[in-house]
């Protein structure tokens, strides 16, 4: 399943809301999505799974939608530390990952 | 808190070996596959492998079956990934992560996600 994200690079000033997307190339089941954040010289953090389901410890603005071929990562309200690089990965089989988003400030 | 911490950079020259590792801490290691991926600059995360450090079963992408070897040592909560002969194409990131499975109807699926990683282990290879 090969996934694409868009846009590849975001430009926004804190405190506008964020619209991530992230395409499959087929039908993936049970929602089997993640969104991750990865800053520079970070390890990647989960901050989605199941589509939806926001991982522990992460703030409510950030919300994901979608189901089948078509997935959303929203960040409501961005805060200065949102800016990073947001990829999603499938885990219906095998897992893939998406080429990424850059988020960056305006 | 859990975390995995991998180890630093390295440089090498094409066919030398390599063993890279990929220490946890905060949970019980054992029972959690860890799992591998590398990230090529410029392009997108590939998925190469899961070994589960309790009784050592793996599962490798087949586009890496036979380039590396993982594995683990339970007595020092350690995983590790390791070449017998770099090629240059292998410079890349390399990051472990903490494998969540889908647990559904009562049994394990063959699906998971990545709750932790490391912050990956940059390797160069070069003449």
């Known amino acids: 399943i090969v996934l694409t994200q868009s846009p590849a690079t975001l430009s926004l000033s804190p405190g506008e809301r964020a619209t991530l997307s992230c395409r499959a190339s087929?039908?993936?089941?049970?929602?089997?999505l993640a969104w991750y954040q990865q800053k520079p010289g970070q390890a990647p953090s989960l901050l989605i799974h199941?589509?939806?389901t926001r991982a522990t410890g992460i703030p409510d603005r950030f919300s994901g939608s979608g189901s089948g071929t078509d997935f959303t990562l929203t960040i409501t309200r961005l805060e200065p530390e949102d800016f990073a690089v947001y990829f999603c990965?499938?885990?219906?089989?095998?897992?893939?990952f998406g080429q990424g988003t850059r988020l960056e400030i305006k | 808190e859990v975390q995995l911490v991998q180890s630093g950079a390295e440089v090498k020259k094409p066919g030398d070996s390599l063993k890279i590792s990929c220490q946890g801490s905060g949970y019980s290691f054992a029972d959690f596959y860890i799992g591998w991926v590398r990230h090529v600059p410029g392009q997108g995360l590939e998925w190469m492998g899961i070994?589960?450090?309790?009784?050592?079963?793996?599962r490798y992408n087949p586009s890496f079956q036979g380039q590396v070897t993982m594995s683990a040592d339970k007595s020092t909560n350690t995983a590790y990934l390791q070449w017998s002969s770099l090629k240059a194409s292998d410079t890349a990131i390399y990051y472990c992560?903490?494998?969540?499975?889908?647990?559904?109807?009562?049994?394990?699926?063959?699906?998971?996600?990545?709750?932790?990683w490391g912050r990956g282990t940059l390797v160069t290879v070069s003449s």
């Open positions: 070994f589960y450090p309790d009784d050592s079963r793996n």
């Open positions: 990965q499938q885990y219906d089989s095998p897992i893939t």
């Open positions: 199941g589509a939806s």
């Open positions: 087929q039908t993936i089941s049970s929602n089997y």
């Open positions: 992560g903490r494998c969540i499975f889908i647990y559904h109807n009562g049994v394990w699926s063959n699906h998971w996600y990545f709750d932790v």
